[in-house]
């Protein structure tokens, strides 16, 4: 079953509080591991995170080791079996990359994820298990995993990415780039409805060394845009970053968007600014305009917002709205998200949360 980001983090957080093991399946940069991590935050537990792909057996069963008397053995845990065996506290014990584990590493995780206990020891009843995996068509390594492991996991999904709900944690981050989100929000629309990624996601496994646009490396794109490089060398960074084709479709577009009047102008001048037709333009605007307001000028956003609005650009108005309060979220105290909210835009912005 395939998952979007939200429905994920919703199966994570109930799995935790109950103590059911949830196996996460994906492709490569799609924010796997992040999602558990936040999950982990949200029923505030402690994580620990183990690779079972770069260890032996004697990570999940620990090591032998003579008693005092030499006459017995048992098995000595180490590392993070260690922390989870100490957990006082709710813990969710999280084994990244599962599937690119030999057969015998993940049978030594077999009857933690089962009976919770191997080799004498036992887990504590606060420790949940998750575990995460690329697919095997993804070329990452994944050769499978164990029959006998999966049936062990109460929960197997598959997350799969979704643009919305990525630019709403996007628009949130101190790295954001206006520029980009706009350009990934028009390639979406050119697209067509079928499409909920459009160039976020375009993953292609490849024998050559090179990048490709996922999640996780559009925003390497957005830090390479803040480094300041000179024209040629941030060109040459963004293809390192997402890749060749999708690098110069972004420059491209970028290219519009500075050619666009400017937003300065629009916040200056709200009741004259001109609207766009084009949908790329209208997606740089309003996710531009979005970027910039403040408390000091959210009534003249909120003025060309409902001429967009007015204009039958109502999609682009409450688009606008949504990203600006959610990066600034202290717009929601100011006199001009009540009068926003009071009116037809006001109920299109509820709707669409």
Known sequence: MQVKPSQLFEILKAAFVKGLNVLVVGGPGIAKSSIVAQAARAVEADIVISNPAVEDPTNGAGLPWVSGDKKTATFLPFGQLAKVLGATKLTVWDLEDLGNASGAVQAGYMHWLLAKELNGHKLPDCVRMVATTNRRTD???????????????????????????????????????????????????????????????????????????????????????????????????????????????????????????????????????????????????????????NENNFDQVAKYVQRMYNAGRGDFAVLCIR???????????????????????????????
């Open 139 to 293: 070329r990452t390594g994944v050769s499978g995993i164990l029959e006998s492991v999966k049936s062990r996991f109460a929960i197997i999904v598959e997350l799969v990415p979704d643009l919305d709900e990525w630019s709403n944690w996007y628009v949130q981050q101190d790295f954001m780039s206006p520029e980009i989100l706009a350009y990934l929000r028009a390639t979406r629309a050119e697209a067509g409805p079928e499409d909920a990624v459009g160039m976020l996601y375009q993953f292609t496994p490849s024998a050559d060394i090179v990048n490709c646009p996922l999640p996780r490396t559009w925003e390497h794109a957005s830090r390479v845009l803040q480094l300041g490089l000179s024209p040629a060398a941030e060109a040459a960074a963004l293809a390192g970053a997402v890749g060749d084709k999708a690098a110069t479709a972004f420059l491209g577009f970028r290219r519009m968007y500075r050619e666009l009047p400017s937003l300065e102008g629009i916040i200056m001048d709200p009741d004259n600014a001109a609207i766009p037709d084009n949908l790329s333009a209208l997606y740089a605007v309003s996710t531009g305009l979005a970027y910039m307001a």
């Open 323 to 353: 990203d600006a309060t959610r990066k600034t979220p202290v717009l929601q105290q100011t006199p001009a998200f009540a009068i926003i909210m009071a009116s037809e835009i006001g109920q299109l912005v509820v709707g669409a949360a």
